[in-house]
């Protein structure tokens, strides 16, 4: 009984979120480091199949750092990261897409479509999705100087053309996006997936964009978790150092999604069962959230 009276008190409190997201489009980046397990992998997919069946246009960016990293060291092609940003040759771009569209795209649309969803695979090729121009990477130097780094095949997005993802999404169909991008010559670029879920976001005029990681949200400098950012203070942390590494991307898609008109962005703990469900329909919320 009491079991009972909990879930009707959280379907209760799930309600007016129900009513608010229907309809609209929530963007959803999976993280590397938060596909490791299978319980995790799991309730990623319920939660995924859920939001598309309550009426939530669901759009999926998937990452895969780790898997390509594990594919870079068995065919013993050493790579570093600038600012967050795999430097990305011809070779290593190889790779790069055949871990992503090949491998990891094909798990994660297997994985929700094994648990009753449709799933549809694409990455930023299929309908010129994500057009994308050389990324230059602006490095501070010690003397307080900027410089630009050529960083190799790493995407800057110049154009989204969502017409493939909305004549899925009229199919009933929920779109895996795996984060490569096309040049207007053909090229294939390398892109950050969080980065794709900001923009897919943004071209979409989505309600949300979640970003799954795994650690809890963003810290302050004494690792206490930050459960709110004003969006201006963003470039602060980053220059003196409180986000680092592979958290620079995403407080940086959340402030350029926002600055496009999304409505909320937030930075939550993909290793948290259900985190998707506990970040839309409760009234806690959890993570970070980057606040407009
Ligand atoms: N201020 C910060 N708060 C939390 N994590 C941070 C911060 N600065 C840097 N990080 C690092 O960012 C990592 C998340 O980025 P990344 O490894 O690219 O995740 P994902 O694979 O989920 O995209 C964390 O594991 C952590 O090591
Ligand atoms: C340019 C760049 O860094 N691209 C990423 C793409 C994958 C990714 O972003 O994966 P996670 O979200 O799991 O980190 C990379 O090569 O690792």
């Known amino acids: 009984m009491q079991h009972l009276i ?34 995790l992998r799991k309730s990623f997919a319920l ?28 065919y013993g092609i050493v790579s570093e990261f600038v600012k967050g940003m795999r430097v990305t040759d011809a070779e290593t771009m190889g790779v790069v897409e055949m871990v992503l569209t090949g491998q990891v795209n094909r798990e994660v649309v ?8 449709r799933a549809a695979g694409l990455s930023g090729k299929d309908g010129s999705l994500l057009l994308c121009e050389k990324l230059l990477q602006e490095i501070r130097r010690e003397d307080g100087g900027v410089e630009m780094v050529d960083i190799g095949f790493v995407g800057d997005v ?3 053309n969502p ?26 670029y390398n892109i ?48 003196n150092g409180t986000v680092t ?15 496009a008109g999304v409505k909320k962005a937030h930075i939550v703990d993909g290793r948290i069962e259900h985190a998707i469900l506990l970040e839309i329909f409760t009234n806690v919320g959890i993570g970070t959230e980057i606040q407009a």
Do not use: W
């Open 47 to 74: 939660d995924i199949i859920l939001l598309k069946y309550i009426g939530i246009n669901t759009v999926v960016v998937h990452g895969g750092g780790p898997q390509i990293n594990e594919t870079l060291k068995r």
């Open 192 to 239: 950050n997936a969080d980065v794709v879920a900001g923009k897919v976001a943004a071209a979409l005029g989505a309600e949300k964009l979640i970003l799954l990681t795994d650690v809890s949200g963003v810290k302050d400098k004494q690792g206490e978790l930050l459960s709110s950012i004003p969006l201006a203070d963003v470039p602060e942390l980053i220059d």
């Open 163 to 188: 017409a493939i993802l909305q004549a899925l999404e009229k199919g009933g169909f929920i779109p895996v996006i795996a984060p490569v991008g096309v040049g207007r010559d053909g090229q294939s």
């Open 245 to 259: 590494g592979g958290m620079i991307p995403k407080v940086t898609c959340c402030t350029d999604a926002l600055a």
């Open 158 to 160: 110049v154009e989204v």
């Open 110 to 117: 297997g994985l929700i479509n094994q648990h009753g969803g």
């Open 6 to 39: 909990e879930k009707a008190s959280t379907l209760m409190e799930a309600l007016p979120y129900i009513r608010r997201f229907s309809g609209k489009t929530i963007v959803i980046k999976y993280g590397g480091h938060a596909m490791a397990e299978e319980k």
